[in-house]
């Protein structure tokens, strides 16, 4: 699969959009175990096959840190966002609309910080590169 997606000639960037998108999606229908244990053999060979420019254990855990973001991102995010329903079963008397609006200001938050470790992966790798 690697192989195949590497003929394609896209970006790297891309590829790992489209499997983020793909990871908020499943998110609002899936919880986080299943949707990781079902899909990160499909998709962390493909993305190590892949030329970021970064050494290949950077690429790993940089990839790491993105799943488990958009996952959670994808666990609030409507039109399910079953964490969201969670709360509002835990706050009875609050309406749903209303906890929807409580959580826009997180996903956006999300977006904004999901982007900027997209482009930018040295922000979530300093601490490793530091360490090293």
């Not at 993305?47 to 940089?62: C, E, H, N, S, Y």
């Amino acid at each position: 699969l690697a192989a195949v997606v590497g003929s394609w000639g896209l970006s790297p960037l891309i590829v790992v959009v489209a499997i983020l998108l793909f990871y908020v999606l499943l998110g609002a229908v899936m919880d986080e175990l299943s949707m990781l244990l079902l899909t990160i053999p499909i998709f962390f060979p493909m993305v190590m096959g892949l030329d970021f420019g970064m050494p290949k254990d950077m690429v790993a855990i940089w990839f790491g840190i993105m799943v488990l973001m958009t996952v959670g991102f994808g666990l609030i995010a409507p039109p399910v966002g079953l964490n969201v329903y969670i709360v509002n079963g835990l706050a009875k008397d609050v309406p749903m609309g209303e906890t929807y609006r409580g959580v826009m200001p997180f996903l956006v938050s999300d977006v904004i910080r999901t982007t900027l470790f997209l482009f930018f992966p040295i922000i979530p790798l300093w601490l490793v590169q530091f360490i090293n």
